[in-house]
């Protein structure tokens, strides 16, 4: 059971944002909001966590709703790299991760 | 280099035979996780270690896959009498203890 509700797929143009949703209704008050993506081939990579507050980093912001039932990864300005499938995780510190399908998203040039 | 390192990167074995997976974390962190990726779908969590010791083994499939971490620090995955629904991408990740999990590019094993 991932736990997390997201889109299938996903189409973006090149340059443009990105904007991925997710929901996590039942997310309890300790459990973080994880978004890692993965390229084919490659292991998972790490994009960006919040608890209840929006978070940016350089690669990316995480847009978490007040009653925290769903979120919004935010890809400013996708790149053709940007295509892979990108997971939305709910999950308490130092547990093992719940995967579901992911959204698979595509950035078209 | 700084992240987490996994070899072999390809593993072709014949069914019935041992396998050893290798996973060298993150310097200095302290959790360690394994998964298997099957084709298509999402990695599932195999064990968990804290150090040395192994919390959480719920993940493992059967009694032929084992784990450890002697050291704390490389840690290993070995399946024993390997078969094809063995098949897959095996995943190590590693983690400061309140921080994300960093994952290696996995293992391919392929059983025939």
């Known amino acids: 059971d991932a736990k997390t509700t997201q889109p299938p797929s996903m189409d973006c143009a090149e340059g443009r944002a990105a904007n991925l949703p997710c929901n996590h209704s039942?997310?309890?008050?300790?459990?973080?909001v994880y978004w890692y993506r993965q390229i084919h081939s490659q292991g998972p990579q790490y994009i960006i966590h919040?608890?209840?507050n929006n978070e940016t980093n350089e690669m990316a912001s995480l847009i978490i709703t007040e009653d925290r039932k769903s979120s919004t990864l935010i890809l400013p300005h996708a790149t053709l790299r940007d295509t892979a499938v990108y997971y939305c995780?709910?999950?308490?510190?130092?547990?093992?991760?719940?995967f579901g399908k992911g959204t698979r998203l595509s950035v078209i040039a | 280099g700084a992240g987490v390192s996994q070899s072999p990167r390809y593993k072709v074995a014949k069914r019935g035979q041992d396998v050893a997976l290798r996973c060298d974390p993150i310097?200095?962190?302290?959790?360690l996780f394994w998964y298997q990726q099957a084709l298509g779908q999402g990695p599932e969590f195999l064990t968990y270690?804290?150090?040395?010791?192994?919390?959480?083994k719920s993940g493992l499939p059967s009694d032929r896959f084992f784990a450890e971490r002697p050291e704390g620090s490389v840690s290993t995955l070995k399946i024993q009498r390997t078969q094809q629904e063995d098949s897959a991408v095996y995943l190590c990740?590693?983690?400061?203890?309140?921080?994300?999990?960093?994952f290696g590019d996995g293992t391919r094993l392929s059983i025939l």
């Open positions: 990740a590693s983690s400061l203890k309140v921080q994300p999990q960093h």
């Open positions: 039942t997310i309890s008050g300790n459990e973080y």
């Open positions: 919040g608890l209840k």
């Open positions: 995780i709910r999950g308490r510190v130092d547990t093992p991760l719940v």
């Open positions: 310097s200095g962190h302290v959790s």
């Open positions: 270690f804290q150090n040395e010791a192994q919390l959480d």
